[in-house]
């Protein structure tokens, strides 16, 4: 049995490499909310990533029924939203009790969610919106024939999204779920690439990553001298600028991709790392709470905050692991399933 580099999506149940994708992933997630001077650069390609694994691990044929599909991403995103929104708003109105102050909790933010989310809570957007995404493209890919008429739906949902974008920035929908129209462009494109089997063929992939790897030097450069300008903010819906807001981040990802294939080949960078994409969703949910909490007694440096960020979650989720009930409120699997994260984006194997 292989699991090493590209074989290991045609010989193992689970797709190392996109463990290890992941976890790179997550990595640039928490460098993006560390405030370093060049932290910014994550914004760039950071939450297309997962759009564009969720994608790729997304497989009509074993959705079951739609209801079935609604109920077990739910059960998988939903039900660990509002476990953490719980676990945190609890622990930071203790926390104030103690200290003999208000906790001051905006109920409205934690209801609505989406944009109004800050603080501790600030990268919970991305699970709804993610959620929507995925319910969504399942429905587009149940109900619409032919296939030209999904890429057409798809089209639409992009230049919705950059019109509201560039009109109506500042509009506030519950959740994210506008945003989930320029999200779905990037899971549509990991659907794609998977179909055709893209990342696969090795003359083609090396094709592909030589045109990502100039076309962002250029770009860097470009960006760099000041004779562009870009910017990419799912939250807030800043989708700037039309062609390039898709261009960017999918040879970032496409790059990001064929990393993730050669460091799968070296053992440490494979444990590593795919250990962090199996624990992603812990991270995305406690990274900026854990950092918050140990900030009221440690000056926090963006490479502190890297660290504190990754280690604290990826401690918990090895915790939470372990216990049934844990597994499932808090990284939402199924307590009979062996113990195996889910990650973000769904689970990196031909099981689902």
């Not at 587009?140 to 009109?167: G, N, Q, T």
């Not at 055709?196 to 790897?213: D, G, H, P, R």
């Not at 496409?254 to 460091?263: E, F, H, K, Q």
Request: hydrophobic residues 55%; aromatic residues 20%.
């Amino acid at each position: 049995m292989t699991v090493q580099g590209i074989t290991a999506e045609e010989n193992d149940n689970r797709i190392i490499w996109l463990d290890v994708m992941k976890g790179i992933g997550i990595l640039s997630v928490v460098w993006g909310h560390a405030g370093h001077p060049y932290s910014f650069l994550m914004f760039f390609f950071h939450m297309p990533l997962f759009f564009f694994i969720s994608g790729y691990l997304y497989r009509s044929a074993g959705a079951g029924t739609p209801l079935q599909y609604l109920v077990r991403r739910s059960k998988q995103l939903l039900v660990p939203y509002v476990f953490y929104i719980v676990l945190i708003t609890v622990f930071l109105a203790v926390l104030s009790a103690l200290k003999g102050q208000s906790a001051n909790i905006n109920w409205t933010a934690l209801v609505l969610g989406g944009s109004k989310l800050e603080g501790a809570y600030g990268a919970f957007w991305f699970v709804t919106c993610l959620f929507f995404v995925q319910i969504f493209f399942d429905f587009v890919i149940r109900k619409i024939r032919p296939r030209w008429l999904v890429v057409l739906v798809i089209a639409a949902c992009f230049v919705f999204a950059f019109w509201e974008s560039r009109f109506h920035q500042d509009f506030f929908v519950p959740w994210n779920m506008d945003v989930a129209f320029f999200g779905i462009v990037f899971y549509a494109l990991g659907f794609l690439f998977k179909q055709k089997k893209w990342l696969v063929n090795t003359q083609l992939n090396k094709i592909i990553l030589l045109l990502s790897a100039v076309f962002l030097v250029l770009f860097l450069y470009a960006y760099f001298q000041d004779y562009l300008r870009f910017g990419l903010d799912f939250k807030h819906r800043q989708y700037y600028f039309f062609g390039t807001n898709i261009l960017v981040p999918m040879a970032a990802i496409l790059l990001i991709s064929g990393l993730s294939r050669m460091l799968a080949n070296w053992t440490f960078c494979r444990r590593v790392l795919s250990s962090l994409g199996q624990s992603s969703m812990a991270i995305m949910f406690l990274h900026l709470f854990v950092n918050s909490v140990i900030g009221g007694f440690i000056t926090i440096s963006p490479w502190r905050f890297l660290i504190i960020g990754i280690l604290f979650p990826w401690l918990w989720f090895e915790f939470a692991s372990r216990i049934p009930g844990l597994r499932f409120l808090a990284l939402g699997i199924n307590p009979k399933r062996p113990a195996i994260g889910i990650g973000i984006s769904g689970r990196s194997d031909r099981s689902i």
